[in-house]
Structures are given as structure tokens and as C-alpha cells.
């Protein structure tokens, strides 16, 4: 039962891992994200910046900033296509990337 239903019920998450694909050059038993030399998928920067852009709005609406890390399979496996994804971060005045 709610008793104040202006209390908040959930705490804002402060982070987030954006995806640039789920290829990778290992095959590792662990991985929970199976990741792969097959999967050939990768996200295009502009729709993982949009992405970071709306995570960051939802972030302010609580007076936070979003702490976006880059992941994958394996980020580095495109390294034009990350470099990108920063590049245009940082022209949208996007925060840091926290890590990769």
C-alpha cells in the first residue's frame, strides 16, 4: 500500500551500458551475452548517441547525470565506428563516457 503517493518509489539509476554490438572475436562459455565472430550487427553511432542523449534527459529530470559506459561483444572490434560514437558525443556536449 502506498502511503504518500508523491513519495518516489524507486531510487534513479545513475548508470547505463549502451551496446554497440554483440560481435566478438572470442566465443567464451561465460559470456551472458553470447557474443561472437557470427553476430555481424553493430549499432550506428548516431542511433547509440540519440540514445545516450534521451538517458541523459530522463538523468536531468532527477537532477543526475547519466554515467554511460560502452560496451559489447567487444566495442574495440570497430575502432572507426567507436571513435565516432565519441566524436559525436562530445559535439552534442554529452558527459564523458565513464568507460568502454
Excluded at 553476430?39 to 542511433?47: I, L, Q, R, S, V
Excluded at 547525470?65 to 572490434?77: M, W, Y
Amino acid at each position: 500500500m502506498i502511503q504518500n503517493p508523491t513519495q518516489t518509489l524507486l531510487a534513479p539509476w545513475q548508470y547505463a551500458g549502451l551496446m554497440l554490438s554483440y560481435w566478438c572475436p572470442a566465443r567464451c562459455e561465460f559470456c551472458y551475452l553470447h557474443g561472437s565472430p557470427e553476430h555481424t550487427y553493430w549499432a550506428e553511432p548516431e542511433a547509440i548517441v540519440d540514445w545516450w542523449s534521451q538517458l541523459e534527459i530522463l538523468a536531468r529530470r532527477t537532477g543526475n547525470s547519466v554515467k554511460i559506459h560502452l560496451t559489447g561483444g567487444e566495442p574495440f572490434g570497430d575502432w572507426d565506428r567507436l571513435v565516432r560514437v565519441l566524436e559525436l558525443a562530445r559535439a552534442m556536449d554529452l558527459p564523458p563516457v565513464e568507460k568502454i
